[in-house]
Structures are given as C-alpha cells and as structure tokens.
C-alpha cells in the first residue's frame, strides 16, 4: 500500500515536472519568434498553465501533516529555510550571471541589481520555492486554527483583487491548492483509479477550460480555478492506472532537481540550435528542448552525487 502509494505521489510529479520543461520551452521559442501561429500559441500555453502549478502546491500540502508531526513549528521553519530558501537564493543568482554572461543568446535580460532584488522580487521559475516557504510559514502562524478555518482564510487570500506584488500575488493566488493538498491527501489516497474517471473528467476539463477562457473570458491563468482542479485530479488518476513504470518514476524522484537545473539546458538547447546551427524547426526545438531539459538534470546530478559536492541544491552546514 505505501510503496503504491508512493509510486502514484511520484508519478504525479513526473507529469507535472515535463508539463513545466514542455511549457518553459513552449515559452522559449515563441519569444524567440519561432512560433507564427498567436493562436495556437496562447492556446497550448493557457491549456498547461492553467493546472500544471496548482497541481505542484496541491502535492506540497500532501505531505504538510507529516511536517507537523515530525518537526516542532521552528524546527520546521528552520528546515524549510535551509531546504527552499537557500536553494531559491543559489539558483536565482545562478540564472542572474548566466542570463548577463550570455545576453546576447537569451530571452531575458537582466543586470546585477536584480540579485539583490531576490528579497522581494523572485524570478522565473524559482518564485515557487519562495511561495512554498511562504506558504509553511502561513500554516505554521495558523496550525492552531481549524483546517475548515485555514480553508476558509486560503478563499480569502484567492478572491483578494490583484495586489501588483508579485510575492504577495503568487502566495494569494496559489495557497488554496496547497491547503486542499493537505485536507484531501487521505481521501485521493483512498481512492480507487478507474479508467471510467479518465474518459469523464478530461472532457470535463477542457469544457471548464473552454467556459473559462471564451465564455467567461478570464483574462489572468491563474484564476482558472476548476480547470486547475480538474486537470490535477486527471493527473492523479492517471498515475494511479500507471504501475511499474520506471521512467515515470525516475522523473518523479528527479523532480526538484529538474526544476532547479531544466532552465538551463532548454535555453542552452535553443540556443545551440537557432545561434550556432541556424535551426528553426519547432517540432525539433520542442523535442531536444524537453528531452535535454529532463535528462540533462538527471545526468548533473549523477556526477554531483558521484564526485560527493556539496552546496548546490541544500544547505551544506
């Protein structure tokens, strides 16, 4: 049951983590204007980015009880600081350099300031180990409050009109899912996968999608809040039908350290094959983009591991 349960919780993260290469890629052509088609392009975009975030934090709050068991609210703070914060600070500043050193090849363009605006001003993607470390320091102030209560407070923070802070916005935006990740953990888990649920729930989810965006007409993806749930539960259910499968598998126990390091190699990726070999094929940019961009991780982290380095992905002391 707790191996099957694992497999599933990892699975789940494998999917996500290409869904967040695939988009970041997606991303990165279309700035380099290789993508001619708006259309398609906003389309395929809001369709991943309407879920594949939320599904993250909803996955976080799975495991925030057995936090709190484990660790005393500052001890948890504490590990929390040195497991998110430490690497957001690294990673960010790593991106920083690399973005300046090469600006002539990327997307983006950066200066040294904006390392010491990390404090309130995070970066894509690394904003998210900051809004994660938020969001367990929002729990811990109200551990004392009743789940139903924290639940209530999370609807709050989601219906705040838009604050133009962006460390405020994504905390508001996305504390909800990781608060239901941790009041339906027990339930998902009790739950039988049916193939039936898969041919019902993702017609419903582009339907919901579909309201949303040409109906409803909401502008901001991140207020695509029943696609959003949707969407993660067609992931869930997907990995509990899905057994024994070890690449799935791989990726999910890799997953941190692909979200950490993918950036890297897809824009290293695009640019060797635009700057240096002229290529502008989109179907071969999205292949070697997302394939590079979840091996490439892997493979660092092998000869991390192997040469016994310290320093990169936790706080070594």
Do not use: C
């Not at 948890?76 to 690399?98: D, E, G, H, P």
């Not at 598998?249 to 635009?274: C, K, Q, V, Y």
């Not at 002229?278 to 070697?288: K, N, R």
Request: net charge positive.
């Amino acid at each position: 049951m707790m191996k099957k349960k694992i497999d599933w919780v990892n699975y789940s993260k494998a999917i996500g983590i290409i869904l967040v290469v695939f988009g970041h890629v997606w991303r990165g052509i279309n700035a380099k204007g290789l993508l001619t088609n708006n259309f398609a392009f906003l389309l395929i975009d809001d369709l991943v980015y309407s879920f594949h975030m939320p599904l993250f934090f909803l996955i976080s709050g799975f495991f925030v009880s057995n936090s709190f068991s484990k660790y005393n609210n500052k001890d948890l703070v504490n590990k929390k600081a040195k497991t998110l914060m430490y690497t957001y600070f690294v990673w960010s500043t790593v991106q920083i350099l690399v973005n300046i050193i090469l600006s002539n090849y990327t997307n983006n363009s950066t200066d040294f300031w904006a390392i010491l605006k990390l404090v309130y001003l995070p970066i894509s993607p690394f904003w998210y180990l900051y809004s994660l470390f938020l969001m367990y320091l929002l729990y811990v102030f109200t551990s004392s409050i009743n789940i139903k209560l924290n639940l209530f407070l999370s609807i709050i923070l989601y219906l705040v009109p838009n604050t133009g802070i962006s460390l405020v916005e994504n905390l508001f935006n996305f504390y909800i899912y990781f608060v239901l990740g941790s009041l339906f953990f027990n339930f998902i888990v009790q739950y039988n996968e049916r193939v039936q649920t898969l041919f019902f729930s993702i017609p419903l989810f582009f339907l919901s999608f579909f309201i949303y965006k040409y109906i409803l007409k909401v502008d901001d993806i991140r207020f695509y809040f029943i696609p959003a749930i949707i969407g993660s539960i067609i992931v869930f259910n997907l990995s509990k039908v899905l057994s024994n499968n070890k690449i799935l598998n791989l990726l999910g126990n890799n997953s941190l350290i692909i979200f950490l390091l993918h950036i890297f190699f897809t824009a290293g990726t695009r640019i060797f094959l635009f700057n240096i070999l002229g290529v502008s094929s989109v179907t071969l940019h999205l292949f070697l983009g997302l394939i590079i961009g979840l091996i490439g991780p892997i493979i660092f982290n092998y000869f991390y591991v192997k040469l016994n380095l310290k320093g990169l992905f936790v706080y070594p002391f």
